[in-house]
């Protein structure tokens, strides 16, 4: 029997009125219509290919939760990942091998609360897909059943080129990440850029290669040199979205937290302050605390009056207390 559509009839021009759907968000209006403008759009990993061929830039940025989602989402920013560098941003965990698959999922869902247009990707935090195959499908398919994510991301290229194929079987979109990948910190021996010399840059090229070849929406690649992004970029039908990778890559993609000076710390190289949310937040409460000690906060404006009538009734109770003392 085919099923009919009539709650979101747009969705019907897409399908032939041949299967149901659900919109994530909700809203018919987000569905892709051709006659809508690109940028009214939802985005999908389609729109992302649409992009690169395009030219046109694509814009990623962290969110965590759903205030900054809601803000990121209503900027127009493409991308939204809740990348596992929420262990460091939000929970204050030194890097990102600590944080939980829990945890993850804890601001996976509250940030698919905020979003209705951006794609929406959720980072496997370490442990989630390097020990067994079956145990990553599972944790996939729970950021997607339970958060509500659109994409997954995974670190590392060909080596995890046989799993990306088998989680994308299983209908879920990955995102690759090659370069310099923080669940490695402790191979890698710190944070340093990858890929400065011949055969490094060979095995990087192998790694972007066989993400392309596995089919992944889009790769992220991480703190390596210009020249070898641009390489990458140019060899890849995958759009590339880089963070430290220069500016041929297809997007740039930000923490959030950089972007707004949160992070307590010196910004990599790569890292443009945009915003100094921390002065403002600081600014705010220090005038908060100052104005509760010299009770200049809260006026009468904002406190809560009681009706004129309970008031003089009040008013006419009390006198008559005073007067029996
Ligand atoms: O966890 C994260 O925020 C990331 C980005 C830096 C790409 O993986």
């Not at 994308?168 to 402790?186: F, R, Y």
């Amino acid at each position: 029997m085919k099923m009919r559509n009539r709650l979101y009839p747009a969705c019907r021009r897409g399908t032939g009125g041949k299967m149901s759907i659900t919109p994530i968000g909700g809203r018919p209006q987000d569905e892709p219509r051709s006659d809508r403008p690109l940028f009214l759009q939802k985005v999908t990993t389609s729109t992302l290919r649409e992009l690169k061929l395009r030219h046109e830039p694509i814009t990623c940025l962290t969110a965590y939760d759903y205030a900054s989602a809601r803000i990121v989402d209503e900027a127009g920013i493409e991308m939204i990942l809740v990348g596992d560098s929420l262990a460091q941003t939000i929970l204050g965990y030194e890097n990102t091998l600590s944080v939980t698959m829990d945890e993850m999922l804890h601001h996976v869902k509250a940030v698919r609360r905020g979003v209705k247009r951006a794609l929406l990707l959720a980072d496997m935090p370490y442990g989630s897909y390097q020990l067994d195959d079956n145990d990553a499908l599972r944790n996939a398919t729970r950021f997607v059943k339970e958060g509500g994510a659109e994409v997954v991301k995974i670190e590392g290229g060909e080596k995890r080129a046989e799993l990306i194929r088998r989680i994308i079987d299983a209908e879920i979109p990955v995102a690759g990440h090659i370069g310099l990948t923080p669940q490695s910190v402790n191979v890698m021996g710190g944070y340093k850029v990858q890929g400065k010399n011949l055969s490094a840059i060979e095995q990087l090229m192998r790694d972007a290669v066989a993400l392309d070849r596995a089919g992944v929406a889009c790769i992220v690649l991480e703190g390596i040199p210009r020249e070898v992004a641009a390489m990458i970029t140019a060899e890849v039908a995958t759009p590339t979205i880089g963070i430290g990778a220069g500016p041929e890559c297809d997007g740039q993609v930000l923490v959030f937290h950089d972007l707004l000076n949160l992070t307590f710390a010196p910004g990599a190289k790569f890292v443009r302050r945009y915003g100094d949310a921390a002065a403002l937040i600081g600014q705010a409460v220090r005038a908060f605390g100052a104005d509760v000690k010299s009770l200049q906060y809260p006026a009468d404006e904002e406190s809560y009056h009681l009706p004129k009538e309970t008031k003089a009734g009040l008013e006419t109770v009390l006198a008559r207390k005073r007067a029996m003392r």
